[in-house]
């Protein structure tokens, strides 16, 4: 499977000193596993306080095999796509 997946979440006011959430891949932290579920191609992950420092967010990527240069780049394409709502 050369699948992507792009998972988000918003919770909680942003963390005291949180810096601001890039949705850059090249900036992601790689897991092993993600919950104790075998990912073939991994777990990425990135973090960081959502716009206007109003929340705290957390993106995370997975790939359906390991990822290959064409599948980074369609990973960082679906994240340039993400729309963080704006601070109320």
Known sequence: MNG???W??????A??????I??????????????AAYVAGGEY????SGPGHAYSAI????FGSRP????????QHALSQLQLPPPR
């Open 4 to 6: 992507v997946i792009v």
């Open 8 to 13: 988000a979440v918003i919770f909680n006011a």
């Open 15 to 20: 963390q005291t000193g949180q810096k601001l």
């Open 22 to 35: 890039r949705l850059d891949f090249s900036k992601a932290t790689r897991f092993d596993c993600c919950e």
């Open 45 to 48: 992950e990135i973090a960081g």
């Open 59 to 62: 993106v995370r990527v997975y």
């Open 68 to 75: 290959t240069r064409t599948l980074r780049a369609e990973a």
